[in-house]
């Protein structure tokens, strides 16, 4: 499940990120992409490279993330956008089991993210021979039963008292590989690239990028 630390209440409210309209998708669909270039080393040997829906934005997570008093929680679509950057760079990590979140246990980095339509999805590369364990799984599992789950800090809530909160504001500091069913939202996924298809997330469209 998802992780979030210093949960308070709104103070302000935020200013909402410019949207990109996507060339030759349905009018209404909207895309915002931010990606870290890396230089191109072919074979390899500690990059592993990875896609994933890390959440899904302006829906109510199947079950509360843990550090939200039991609450379910909905990540706002400005709040994502706005917070894009701060998934650049930061780690995916793994916990003994598969069932939740491990920060000490870095094994891979993001690298690039998008909000299209209601997924968040990221992409990066795994330190595949710093954690072998981490490719025989994801391969064994064939991309059907693993997910992702955020981890938060400085999240702002728009109303405690809800029964279900609103994040309005947050910064990432960083994701977790983890079974699709231990999630706090079941539609996440995770699976390896092929060895050759490392184009960042929303290259080839007019997308924001940070370099």
Request: overall charge positive.
């Amino acid at each position: 499940m998802g992780q979030a630390e210093g949960l308070h209440r709104r103070s302000a409210s935020g200013s909402r990120g410019v949207c990109v309209d996507v060339f030759g998708r349905p009018k209404g669909m909207e895309l915002r992409a931010m990606a870290v270039e890396f230089p191109v080393v072919h074979g390899h040997p500690n990059r592993l490279p990875f896609e994933g829906v890390l959440t899904l934005v302006d829906v109510a997570s199947d079950k509360a993330p843990s550090g939200t008093r039991g609450h379910r929680v909905v990540l706002t679509r400005e709040a994502a956008e706005a917070a894009l950057p701060s998934l650049l760079g930061m780690a995916v990590d793994y916990k003994a089991g598969w069932d939740g979140h491990d920060a000490r246990q870095k094994c891979g980095i993001i690298t690039s993210a998008e909000v299209d339509g209601r997924r968040l999805t990221v992409a990066g590369y795994l330190f595949a021979r710093d954690f072998p364990e981490m490719e025989a799984k994801v391969q064994a599992d064939g991309g059907g039963m693993m997910g992702m789950s955020y981890e938060l800090a400085d999240a702002h809530v728009a109303d405690m008292r809800a029964q279900v909160w609103t994040l309005t504001r947050a910064t990432f500091t960083g994701a977790a590989i983890l079974l699709r069913e231990k999630a706090a939202y079941r539609s996440t996924s995770f699976r390896l690239k092929r060895q050759g298809s490392a184009t960042p997330v929303g290259a080839g469209r007019h997308s924001s990028r940070v370099v």
